[in-house]
């Protein structure tokens, strides 16, 4: 069975600085998509960033990029220029090429210190 | 485009009575609909998946009877809390995945509902 690890329940970061969010999984499939979403305060779940396991180029949207290591399975999120409004909470999740099932991590609170 | 509407946001209902949370999704065909359940500072745990024009499939654990769901249309899912107890309160979130968009695209979510049993 597919599980995804977060291990890190907090992090905090100062305004305008760069954090790194891991995430790890464990699948014996070839073919899969990993998932960054942001559950700000409002809880509405929003994709931040997508990546194909079969492109070897990190996904990337403006400020969020991710560090893809598919042979050690993970799958890391890096905040650049840190905002306010990137307090949140963030989930890894992946998701098989032949299942619409979400797999989900368990979750890492970010907090940004103004 | 790929807006899911969840209705109600929030709900206070009385102990032993139901509740029905509608899951539409506005502008797409979405024939797999997802329920899941969130516990405060806890991760989304999949209690149903959703298919239009047949039965759920729930999630070991969950009871079927407790929570009715139902797919009748491309665009509407249902999920009715029955017999509602205090220990049924919680977040709930539906997801959405669109039919024509390419393969690897994500879900798309509701807003939630906080249900409160009082």
């Known amino acids: 069975a597919q599980t995804v690890t977060q291990s890190q329940p907090e992090m905090s970061v100062q305004e305008a600085e760069t954090v790194t969010l891991s995430c790890t999984y464990d699948?014996?499939?070839?073919?899969?998509?990993l998932f960054w979403y942001k559950q700000p305060p409002s809880r509405q779940m929003i994709l931040v960033i997508r990546?194909?396991?079969?492109k070897q180029q990190n996904a990337t949207e403006n400020r969020f990029s991710v560090n893809f290591q598919k042979a050690a399975k993970s799958f890391s999120l890096k905040i650049s220029d840190s905002q306010l409004g990137d307090a949140a909470m963030y989930f890894c999740?992946?998701?098989?090429?032949?299942?619409?099932?979400?797999?989900w991590g368990a979750g890492t609170k970010l907090i940004i210190k103004p | 485009g790929a807006v899911v509407s969840q209705h109600p946001s929030r709900v206070i209902c009385k102990s032993g009575t139901s509740v029905k949370i509608e899951c539409r999704s506005l502008?797409?065909?979405?024939?797999?609909m997802f329920w899941y359940r969130q516990f405060p500072k806890k991760s989304l745990m999949l209690m149903a998946t959703?298919?239009?024009?047949?039965?759920?499939?729930?999630e070991q654990g969950v009871e079927k009877d407790k929570f009715l769901i139902n797919h009748a249309s491309l665009t509407l899912s249902t999920l009715t809390v029955t017999s509602a107890h205090p220990e049924d309160s919680s977040f709930y979130i539906c997801?959405?995945?669109?039919?024509?968009?390419?393969?690897?695209?994500?879900?798309?979510f509701g807003q939630g509902t906080r249900l409160t049993v009082v």
């Open positions: 997801s959405a995945r669109d039919v024509f968009r390419g393969r690897g695209t994500e879900a798309f």
């Open positions: 502008d797409f065909q979405a024939t797999t």
């Open positions: 959703s298919n239009e024009g047949s039965k759920a499939t729930y």
């Open positions: 699948t014996s499939e070839s073919d899969y998509y």
């Open positions: 990546q194909e396991a079969y």
């Open positions: 999740a992946y998701r098989s090429d032949s299942n619409y099932q979400l797999i």
